[in-house]
């Protein structure tokens, strides 16, 4: 159960946008064996990771053709940096709209990323197509890779915490397909490159004030990291960008090890319904024999993976957004599995 703050923190809104290329599986299969298939040779014993993904389409900011070409960390950024603004744009732009609040009343924005590096960062970027004033408080955050959307929440929540009244604002988003490498051939990417897609969420939240009552409440965030698990998931930096690290034991290891952290991070949980990270097919399977779910009990996050893929970030607030619009109430519980090896949760009642 979540503890009674004096100044409970509230989910005001939560909106979510993907780019307008859409990835068809089947298309990015047969495009992935002419690029991929005469460089390296285990392409075609891999290729089942495509079906095997649980994903029909995906979204990209940058169209199949852009894949065929080499590009460099130049390329990359520039394609990251307006891709990700716009989507930032797009998905901060909906959720004000639905909270009710204007760019100039946004008090606080936190941008949480992990697939470009730009500086000013993307809050920068965009502040003055959306209006927010010269003295909003900006907290950039990157590294989070897959659990940043439920460490992002929480942090925002902690910040609308310690400034009741103010709005604050965060913002998930990744570009995860302009990191495609055709010159570095690794068994991780070619799951990554059936994986991976791009999205963007943003939420809105408010510490307080009684006119939010009924509104989603957010419990503290917490997070476990497993020592010696720095290998397991993140990226490392090349000549030519950045490089994925995606370990074949994380379904493994997350039916293996999660339950006990969790049971350590919240051992008198009451939950009602688990929001997870849908990181693969696999994974999904693993969370539901971990947390003694029935099969098929993560129907949510399976749906949201195959329309979008895994965005990073972003995803697990899809699922959460999802979650929302189906009525569902009581107690939530959001999980996320990112680098670090890093499990992050954070409670959400619902009224």
């Known amino acids: 159960m979540i ?154 929540r902690d910040l609308a915490l310690a400034r009741p009244g103010a709005a604050v604002l965060m913002v998930a988003v990744e570009t995860c397909t302009v990191l495609f490498r055709l010159d570095r051939l690794t068994k991780a990417d070619i799951i990554a490159t059936a994986l991976f897609g791009d999205g963007a969420a943003a939420a809105v939240l408010r510490a307080g004030l009684d006119q939010d009552a009924g509104k989603p409440e957010l419990g503290p965030g917490r997070q476990h990291m497993w020592p010696d698990t720095l290998d397991i998931m993140g990226w490392t930096v090349e000549e030519t960008g950045l490089g994925v690290v995606f370990d074949r034991s994380i379904p493994a290891f997350a039916e293996a090890e999660l339950r006990a952290a969790l049971d350590a991070l919240a051992p008198d949980r009451a939950v009602d319904r688990y929001v997870c990270h849908p990181g693969g097919a696999k994974v999904i399977t693993a969370l539901e024999s971990t947390l003694d779910l029935p099969e098929g009990a993560l129907d949510i996050e399976r749906r949201i993976l195959a329309r979008h893929g895994n965005m990073s970030a972003p995803t697990v607030l899809f699922v959460l957004d999802a979650v929302l619009r189906s009525g569902q109430g009581g107690d939530l519980m959001a999980l996320a599995l990112g680098p670090g090896f890093t499990l992050s949760t954070l409670p959400i009642r619902v009224a």
């Open 3 to 156: 503890p009674q703050p004096s100044c409970p923190t509230r989910l005001l809104s939560l909106a979510t946008a993907v780019p307008p290329e859409i990835l068809v599986q089947d298309h990015v299969i047969r495009e992935s064996r002419a690029l991929l298939g005469a460089r390296f040779a285990q392409f075609d014993r891999l290729a089942p990771a495509f079906g095997n993904a649980g994903i029909d389409t995906r979204h990209s900011v940058v169209a199949l053709d852009w894949f065929r070409q080499p590009h460099g960390w130049v390329d990359r950024t520039r394609a990251y940096a307006a891709g990700a603004a716009r989507l930032f744009r797009e998905a901060a732009g909906r959720a004000l709209d639905l909270a009710g609040l204007s760019a100039p009343q946004v008090d606080v924005v936190v941008t949480i990323s992990s697939t470009g590096i730009v500086t000013p960062t993307l809050e920068a970027l965009v502040a003055r197509d959306m209006g927010f004033r010269p003295d909003v408080m900006r907290v950039p955050v990157f590294g989070l890779g897959c659990a940043g959307g439920v460490s992002g929440l929480a942090v925002a």
